[in-house]
């Protein structure tokens, strides 16, 4: 089993920044392919971004330049850098290892 923990949302306002972190727990074989997803109201869960095998990094077209993913493969980590941010940025965010999910956190983006 592995457990996902999500932290770093909130509020921000808009052209704001906030960094999320999931830090992966349990039975961790590799954290490749581990990533970020977020779930806008009534819509489907969507990706956000993505980091695989040697550092490669996969990104939504709409977060393209104001994101970043990164990882830590010491610590199990993989963080979201957001910056940027705009109202249609607020969601709730989900942290993702292959078939495990974390809970979300919410991130909102107002003024």
């Known amino acids: 089993q592995v457990q996902l923990a999500e932290s770093g949302g909130g509020l921000v306002q808009p052209g704001g920044s906030l960094r999320l972190s999931c830090a992966a727990s349990g039975t961790v074989l590799s954290i490749n392919g581990m990533g970020w997803y977020r779930q806008l109201p009534g819509k489907q869960r969507e990706l956000v971004a993505v980091i695989g095998s040697g550092g490669n990094t996969k990104y939504a077209d709409s977060v393209k330049g104001r994101f970043t993913i990164s990882r830590d493969l010491a610590k199990l980590t993989v963080d979201l850098q957001m910056n940027s941010l705009k109202s249609e940025d607020t969601a709730v965010y989900f942290c993702?290892?292959?078939?495990?999910w974390g809970k979300g956190i919410l991130v909102t983006v107002s003024s």
């Open positions: 993702n290892l292959r078939e495990y």
